[in-house]
C-alpha cells in the first residue's frame, strides 16, 4: 500500500494510503483527536439535477460558497480529508482555484458528483486526478437509466481506481445494484435521510422507499460476503438501517468501524457558513475562525449524546 500522508491529532498518528485505507495508533485507552479527520464540506446549493428525494434541498438557482475565502481555511491542518460535495459541486466557479488550494497546503481533497455530471465532466474530472488535485471521486447513481452508461465509463473508459458508486438505501433497487457487482467496482451505500426533499418523496414513495430498504437489508450478507465488489462501505446512518453490525464479528466490527459522527468527522455548510455534527444535524453554528474549536463543540456535543444514549440503555 501507498502512504499518502501520517499525521499526529491529538494523542495518536493516522496514516492514510492511496487505496483509502486508514490506520490509527496510539498507546492510550482511545482516540482524543484535536481537530477533525475529515470534514463533509457543502460547497454550493445549486443544482440542475432537481431530484425528488434531495435532502439538501438543492435548486438551480441555489446559493454558492464564498469558497476562495473561507474563515478558516487556514486551520485546516495537512492530510485532514475534505469530502466536497453541494449541490452540485462542479458549478462552483472557483473549484478549480480551490483544489489548488488544498493540494498547496496537502489536504486531501475528494468530491462527489451526480452521475450525469460525472458524464459532462469525466474528461476533466480525470485531469484534477492525474494533477493530484482531488483524490477520491464518489459518483452518486440515482437512477437506473444512466446504468448501463456508467458502467461504460467505469470499466471502460475511465478507470478511476478511487473512484466509488455511491447508492441511497430506499432509492437503488436490488435489480439495479446487481448489475454493477463482479465488476470490481467500488461501493458506498448511504442512508436513506429523510428531511426536506428527502422527507416529501418518502411519504410519497413510502412501500417503494420500505420495500428496497427491506430487500437490500435482505440480501446484503450475500452481496458482501461472496465479493461481488472490491469495497462495499457505508455511512453511519446506513450502518444503523441495514444493520450491518450483525454480518461482522467484534473484532472486525472494532477494527473495521471508524466511529460515530462527531467522533472523528464534522460537517461544514460552507453556504450558510454553519457547522454541525453531520448533514442530518438540525442542530447548526456559526462558523468560527478554526477547525479545531469548531471541532471542540461538535466533540462535546457528540459525548453528550453518548453519555444520554448510555444512562438510557
Ligand atoms: S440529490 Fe444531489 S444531484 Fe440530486 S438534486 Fe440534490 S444535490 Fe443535486
Not at 119 to 140: K, M, P
Not at 214 to 232: M, S, V, Y
Not at 234 to 249: G, I, M, S, Y
Request: with cysteine.
Amino acid at each position: 500500500m501507498e502512504l499518502l500522508g501520517k499525521y499526529k491529532n491529538g494523542n495518536y498518528t493516522v496514516a492514510i494510503y492511496k487505496d483509502g485505507t486508514k490506520i490509527r495508533a496510539t498507546g492510550a485507552d482511545s482516540f482524543e483527536p484535536t481537530f477533525p479527520e475529515s470534514i463533509d464540506l457543502k460547497i454550493t446549493n445549486q443544482c440542475e439535477r432537481g431530484c425528488a428525494f434531495c435532502h439538501e434541498n438543492s435548486t438551480p438557482d441555489g446559493k454558492h460558497s464564498d469558497l476562495l475565502n473561507l474563515p478558516f481555511f487556514r486551520s485546516i491542518p495537512p492530510y485532514t480529508e475534505l469530502a466536497i460535495g453541494g449541490g452540485n459541486p462542479l458549478s462552483h466557479p472557483d473549484l478549480e482555484r480551490f483544489l489548488e488550494k488544498c493540494q498547496s497546503r496537502h489536504i486531501i481533497a475528494n468530491i462527489t458528483v451526480h452521475e450525469a455530471e460525472f458524464f459532462d465532466n469525466a474528461a476533466l474530472l480525470w485531469t484534477w486526478v492525474s494533477r493530484g488535485l482531488i483524490h477520491g471521486i464518489g459518483i452518486s447513481h440515482t437512477s437506473p437509466k444512466y446504468t448501463e452508461r456508467l458502467l461504460r465509463y467505469l470499466t471502460e473508459m475511465y478507470r478511476f481506481s478511487t473512484a466509488v458508486i455511491h447508492v441511497i438505501n430506499g432509492v437503488v433497487s436490488l435489480d439495479d445494484l446487481e448489475k454493477f457487482a463482479d465488476k470490481n467496482l467500488n461501493l458506498l451505500i448511504l442512508g436513506y435521510k429523510d428531511i426536506r426533499r428527502g422527507q416529501e418523496y418518502q411519504s410519497r414513495y413510502m412501500d417503494v422507499v420500505s420495500m428496497r430498504q427491506q430487500t437490500l437489508k435482505e440480501n446484503l450478507p450475500r452481496l458482501a460476503k461472496d465479493g461481488h465488489f472490491r469495497t462495499i462501505c457505508f455511512d453511519n446512518l446506513a450502518l444503523e438501517q441495514l444493520d450491518v453490525q450483525r454480518l461482522v464479528t467484534s473484532e472486525e466490527w472494532e477494527s473495521l468501524y471508524m466511529g460515530d459522527d462527531g467522533k472523528f468527522t464534522m460537517y461544514i455548510d460552507a453556504v450558510e457558513l454553519e457547522y454541525a455534527m453531520s448533514s442530518t444535524s438540525m442542530h447548526r453554528y456559526p462558523c468560527e475562525n478554526t477547525v479545531q474549536a469548531m471541532f471542540q463543540r461538535i466533540r462535546q456535543e457528540s459525548n453528550t449524546i453518548n453519555n444520554i444514549e448510555r444512562n438510557c440503555t
